[in-house]
């Protein structure tokens, strides 16, 4: 898997250096609001959160983590 966007696009916030403030890390909807509330936060536009969750939810878990992660710092 790679970045969504040419050029790549990243929140300036670590996955895996928050996902112990998450709280119930194994949560995706927790992961997913994570997301959307920095990558909001960060200017990103309604449509490219829109588009790496569509792409995260497409598979498992794994596959959640993975595109979050990709598109984290």
């Known amino acids: 898997m790679k970045n969504l966007f040419t050029p790549e696009k990243r929140i300036s916030e670590s996955f895996d250096d928050n ?3 998450l709280g119930d890390t194994g949560n995706a909807f927790y ?13 990103w536009s309604k449509e490219q959160v829109d588009h790496v969750c569509s792409e995260a939810t497409k598979g498992d878990y ?3 983590c ?3 992660t990709i598109h984290c710092s």
């Open 66 to 68: 993975n595109v979050i």
């Open 31 to 43: 992961i997913l609001g994570w997301f959307k509330r920095e990558a909001k936060r960060e200017g």
């Open 19 to 21: 996902i112990d403030k």
């Open 62 to 64: 794994e596959n959640l």
